[in-house]
């Protein structure tokens, strides 16, 4: 057996090497795209949903809360399976039950129904989320990790800003639910690619127990570790800042501002391209500064940014491009805060990478969950996004500066692979 577990570690460190780790980085970045794919490709359908189920834009917005509290739940659940049983089952087992909830997506007779669907759609997402984050911290560490997750972002960075102009598409050919037809044929497909390419990155040797008093005590020792706590909540409402975004955008810029929906789709895409090219621009950053001091400079770029956009909204200064400019201030960068939150936090529990990932990955989508219907409830505007952005990235600024310890952040910020110091 231990022979055996010698190859198997040695196919994964062949697999760090420059070259294979780019081709990984693509892999990982199709598999993690299933999440935002899910989650924005039927945006541009929120009116047309509400119109045909009879629903108002609070219940149509709550579909999305339904998907992310499947991704929350999901993760918790998955997280432990994957330090069990391995990167790879878990996530073809995920993705086929996604695939399974996106058909059934087409019959919904109520947008009920339709809610409930896309916890299961959710549920299926989560292995693909936990799993990505996971290889990740099977392969690298400390500030490589933060730059393979940068990168990541860059291949993920393709699905926000796909995802509406392919609803906008298909709504131009059919009605919303072929949507879900779109996104049952994606994700059997990055399922296919992932059973073809993707390699068992955890050797038998270094997973955990399968029962119930391994996977709580992994749980406790991880939520006692006070920085990483600190460190998943900066990353967590960062993600609630975009989701706050997310959420309200359709409406307010269709429904307040009067763009068509594939204006809307254009708008979105050149915002997630500013988010993409700042996490890109981490890289470069890494060379010079620390992970701690990029996300505090970058958390006050981001408070600026929400209280400009707060006070254009609420004085009505400026129009769209009042809104616009400052939206896109904050939420490029964002693109340094989550690789660098995410990577330090994770590079604490490399023991435990699947257990950890999943409590990132769940307090991310658990706040989502939290603030998308928050912008309904406050009006579907433009100020009520924007207080709701304001709100997350001002309680991420607390979180960095009372939660987290900057020693222990220290600690890991020179934690680096050799084999990724050019990926």
Request: net charge positive; charged share 10%; proline share 4%.
């Amino acid at each position: 057996m231990r022979r055996r577990d010698s190859r198997l570690e040695s196919v994964v460190t062949s697999q760090t090497a420059p070259r294979s780790m780019v081709q990984m980085i693509l892999i990982l970045g199709a598999i993690i795209a299933v999440g935002p794919l899910t989650i924005d490709m039927y945006l541009p359908a929120f009116p047309s949903i509400g119109v045909d189920l009879g629903a108002d834009p609070t219940a149509v917005q709550l579909t999305l809360t339904g998907t992310l509290l499947g991704l929350a739940v999901g993760q918790l659940i998955v997280g432990p399976l994957a330090d069990a049983f391995g990167r790879r089952r878990p996530l073809l087992v995920g993705l086929g039950l996604h695939v399974v909830a996106s058909l059934l997506c087409l019959v919904a007779p109520s947008i009920a129904v339709l809610g409930v669907l896309r916890v299961l759609q959710g549920l299926g997402a989560a292995a693909a989320a936990v799993v990505a984050s996971a290889v990740v911290r099977d392969l690298v560490s400390g500030v490589a990790a933060a730059k393979v997750f940068s990168r990541l972002i860059l291949v993920l960075g393709a699905a926000p800003i796909l995802a509406p102009s392919l609803g906008s598409l298909v709504l131009r050919w059919t009605e919303w639910r072929g949507i879900f037809v779109a996104l049952a044929v994606l994700a059997a497909a990055i399922g296919a690619m992932a059973a073809w390419a993707l390699p068992e990155t955890l050797p038998p040797h270094r997973r955990q127990r399968p029962d119930l008093r391994t996977t709580l005590r992994s749980y406790r020792t991880i939520l006692r570790d006070r920085t990483f706590v600190g460190l998943a909540l900066v990353s967590s409402l960062g993600m609630a800042t975009i989701f706050s975004y997310v959420s309200g955008s359709s409406y307010v810029m269709q429904e307040e501002y009067g763009l068509s929906e594939q204006a809307f789709a254009v708008l979105f895409g050149l915002g997630a391209a500013g988010h993409i090219g700042l996490a890109q621009f981490n890289v470069r950053l890494l060379n010079r500064f620390t992970p701690r001091q990029i996300i505090l400079c970058s958390l006050g770029v981001a408070c600026a940014g929400a209280l400009l956009m707060l006070a254009a909204t609420a004085a009505h200064i400026g129009g769209l491009v009042g809104l616009v400019i400052p939206l896109w201030l904050t939420l490029g960068v964002i693109g340094l805060i989550n690789p660098n939150a995410g990577a330090m936090a994770l590079s604490r529990h490399g023991e435990a990478a699947g257990t950890a990932a999943s409590i990132s990955g769940s307090l991310q989508f658990g706040l989502g969950a939290l603030t998308a219907p928050l912008v309904g409830a406050l009006g579907a505007t433009g100020l009520a996004m924007a207080t709701m952005m304001a709100a997350t990235v001002f309680a991420a600024l607390a979180s960095m500066l009372f939660i987290v310890r900057a020693a222990d952040m220290d600690a890991v910020d020179g934690a680096a692979e050799p084999a990724v110091a050019h990926a």
